[in-house]
């Protein structure tokens, strides 16, 4: 039974219920204490142990109920009718036998055995379906069955003809049970491979071209990938392991052991936790990737500590608390009517967003701050106050530049693109998830 619990796991990791290995021991432990008689103790049980939320406790049940549901084969009454004389015989097949006997339990056993050994739960694609029905037909004992069909008519009797047509509809009926299990099994096992797939689909798609719906899943992309750049850099790295001894407090600790190291210390390195602030045009010329902008900036609000968050068109304003306050839905749809926010929706103006910047918020800059530019440079052909962003580049850390735009385009027309890049320490395009992350990645690897 221990594979059986195994193998849900397996379904509901699929379904996106997050199962860390000590849940799963727990989830064996619940199941080992409360048994498999009775089906709703075995539910509430693992229920407790897997699901954290009310939302994985709904995929849970819903797998739950998929993954340990009877495999009922067809009503007997609507299962092909033998002749009344007809009695299974010890030369005919044990699946010929069952299917004369009308065995839907044996049928059943013998179906779920054959899967098992077939390894059902490794099917990913749809392409796999009817390879899978093959191999469970011939598991169950297909062969045979063939076999006594053909036999039976080559057989001139009327009986054994009759016989043959009923083992005939009942191998018909078989195959569609099959067909029917092995849908079932699918959409339960197959949908982290269909999973990996969306997710690899969405990150390869130009930001411009993504949909209402893509957005949630889109969201814990993101989030997942901006996650460990609060854990990488806020840990305490020990070197201890590494073999780092630090000789001066050493000697100085052990001085009361007159020289003798009892208690070696060993060099800590302690990254500060990330300092970023972020500032986001949102003007009709990035309209198609502003919300995906926005998105990335409430994920980065969510997983990074210390980050101050900004949006800014015709002025410059600070939204650092709607992403504290609403939910991500509640929040984008706030920013994007922008209510409220004191915000401009004029022409877009560069110049005037770095000189409210300059004049409000230059204080939250420092020499440990990441400084975040998510836009397009378009500005009109106004003053890009090239300087303020020379002091940014000087008083911060480093200033990163993402540009929904190839670099084809930086600088044509009304981009000043180009009279930016000698105060960005990094400008790159942004145009899907997968230029994201890289950037994501050479923030952690810059430290």
């Known amino acids: 039974m221990e594979q059986v619990l195994l193998d849900l796991i397996v379904a509901l990791r699929g379904s996106g219920v997050r199962i860390s290995p000590s849940e799963t021991m727990d989830a064996m432990k619940a199941a080992a204490l409360v048994g498999y008689e009775d089906r709703m103790v075995l539910q509430d049980?693992?229920?407790?142990?897997?699901?954290?939320?009310?939302?994985?406790k709904e995929i849970f049940e819903t797998c739950f109920e998929s993954y340990f549901s009877f495999d009922?084969?067809?009503?007997?009454?609507?299962?092909?009718?033998?002749?009344?004389?007809?009695?299974?015989?010890?030369?005919?097949?044990?699946?010929?036998?069952m299917l004369l006997a009308g065995d839907n339990t044996g049928l059943s056993i013998s179906m779920r055995e054959a899967a098992k050994k077939e390894k059902i739960r490794e099917i990913y694609f749809f392409t796999q379906k009817s390879l899978y029905v093959q191999r469970i037909l011939k598991g169950m004992g297909l062969e045979g069955l063939n076999q006594d069909i053909e036999s039976l008519s080559s057989n001139q009797s009327a009986q054994s003809q009759q016989t043959a047509g009923a083992l005939k509809e009942s191998r018909d009926l078989l195959f569609k049970e099959i067909k029917d299990f092995v849908e079932r099994q699918f959409s339960l096992f197959a949908a982290s491979a269909t999973e990996e797939i969306l997710d690899k689909y969405l990150k390869d798609m130009k930001l411009s071209n993504l949909e209402?719906?893509?957005?949630?899943?889109?969201?814990?992309?993101?989030?997942?990938?901006?996650?460990?750049?609060?854990?990488?850099?806020?840990?305490?790295?020990?070197?201890?392991?590494?073999?780092?001894?630090?000789?001066?407090?050493?000697?100085?600790?052990?001085?009361?052991?007159?020289g003798l190291i009892f208690k070696p210390q060993w060099k800590t390195k302690k990254i500060d936790r990330p300092d970023m602030v972020a500032l986001c045009d949102v003007s009709r010329s990035?309209?198609?990737?502003?919300?995906?902008?926005?998105?990335?900036?409430?994920?980065?609000?969510?997983?990074?500590a210390k980050i101050s968050s900004f949006i800014f068109c015709?002025?410059?304003?600070?939204?650092?608390?709607?992403?504290?306050?609403?939910?991500?839905?509640?929040?984008?749809?706030?920013?994007?009517?922008?209510?409220?926010?004191?915000?401009?929706?004029?022409?877009?103006?560069?110049?005037?967003?770095?000189?409210?910047?300059?004049?409000?918020?230059?204080?939250?800059v420092t020499n440990k701050t990441t400084v975040l530019i998510l836009g397009d440079a378009r500005n009109n052909y106004g003053n890009p106050e090239t300087g303020i962003l020379s002091l940014l580049h000087k008083r911060g850390k480093r200033v990163i530049w993402l540009n929904p735009e190839s670099p084809p385009f930086w600088g044509t027309g009304d981009s000043d693109m180009k009279k930016y890049l000698p105060f960005c320490s990094t400008a790159k395009e942004c145009s899907s998830v997968n230029h994201l992350e890289r950037v994501v990645g050479f923030l952690l690897r810059t430290g």
Not at 45 to 55: M, P, T
Not at 72 to 90: I, L, R, V
Not at 214 to 231: G, L
């Open 45 to 56: 049980s693992l229920s407790a142990a897997l699901a954290k939320s009310r939302y994985e």
């Open 72 to 97: 009922g084969f067809s009503d007997p009454e609507k299962q092909p009718s033998f002749p009344s004389a007809t009695t299974p015989d010890a030369e005919d097949s044990p699946l010929t036998r």
């Open 212 to 258: 209402q719906r893509d957005f949630h899943r889109m969201h814990a992309i993101i989030k997942r990938m901006v996650k460990p750049i609060n854990d990488y850099r806020s840990r305490r790295r020990k070197r201890a392991k590494r073999g780092s001894l630090d000789l001066k407090t050493t000697l100085r600790e052990n001085i009361a052991y007159q």
């Open 286 to 304: 990035v309209e198609t990737v502003a919300r995906f902008m926005l998105l990335f900036l409430y994920s980065l609000n969510e997983e990074v």
């Open 314 to 364: 015709s002025n410059l304003v600070e939204v650092s608390h709607l992403f504290d306050k609403y939910d991500v839905d509640e929040a984008l749809l706030r920013l994007q009517k922008r209510v409220g926010l004191g915000i401009h929706l004029g022409r877009t103006d560069y110049g005037q967003a770095f000189r409210d910047f300059k004049e409000n918020w230059l204080d939250k």
